[in-house]
């Protein structure tokens, strides 16, 4: 019977990444040996469409000039644990951000949904993504590519913070990315805690980097 029951559990064995990404499908084997669903992802379910990216809101948005070049600036809270996953929620957002408000140069950075909220706060470890989007490279000082990214590689503690290297994504790697998504929306739970202002050119507004060890 316990030969039996471990056979049972390796078919049914996950990889730790899996487990993540889709929400926690666990399988427990009670003393019968019958096998209890405890919590299966919505993607399981006959009908489910997949939604366009992870669970995020603004905690922070602002506006600024370099010259007559326009950027924004956001800072979103994400519940995504992987890293590629705050990686395509920050590429959504991006692309959001510059279909509805136009500007020359969008930086999105992702934190975790349980890190710090205070705007003086959310930098260095805290920073899990930046995305940084030129719709139209030539209108910006700032890059030469239409997108680039990078993003710590690591989960995010309790605390929401993340520690490990930074790793720079290759512009094909987040162009197929961006096709793989459908449907540009903004956050779901989008409510921006500091309303959008326009800073001066003497650097107010920057963006805080990404932790890197």
Not at 18 to 35: I, K
Not at 93 to 117: E, F, M, N, S, Y
Request: neutral net charge; contains cysteine; charged residues 25%.
């Amino acid at each position: 019977m316990a030969a039996a029951k471990r056979r049972l559990f390796q078919a049914f064995r996950i990889s730790r990444k899996l487990a993540l990404l889709s929400g926690g499908f666990l399988l427990v084997l009670g003393a019968s040996g019958t096998a209890a669903l405890v919590f299966a992802p919505a993607s399981m379910i006959p009908g489910y469409e997949a939604e366009p990216g992870g669970h995020c809101r603004t905690v922070y948005q602002s506006e600024f000039r370099r010259g007559k070049e326009k950027r924004l600036i956001a800072v979103i809270a994400t519940d995504d644990i992987e890293p590629l996953a705050r990686v395509r929620t920050g590429v959504r957002i991006a692309r959001h951000l510059a279909d509805t408000l136009h500007p020359d140069l969008v930086i999105v950075q992702v934190a975790d949904h349980r890190g710090p909220t205070a705007r003086a706060e959310l930098r260095g470890q805290a920073i899990g993504v930046e995305i940084v989007h030129a719709p139209n490279p030539g209108k910006s000082m700032a890059v030469t590519k239409p997108w680039e990214a990078r993003y710590v590689d690591a989960l995010p503690t309790r605390a929401g913070l993340y520690f490990g290297d930074r790793v720079d994504m290759r512009l094909t790697e987040l162009e197929t990315l961006n096709h793989e998504i459908e449907l540009v929306e903004g956050c779901d739970g989008d409510v921006v805690e500091e309303d959008p202002k326009t800073a001066a050119a003497d650097g107010h507004g920057e963006p805080a980097k990404p932790a890197s060890h």
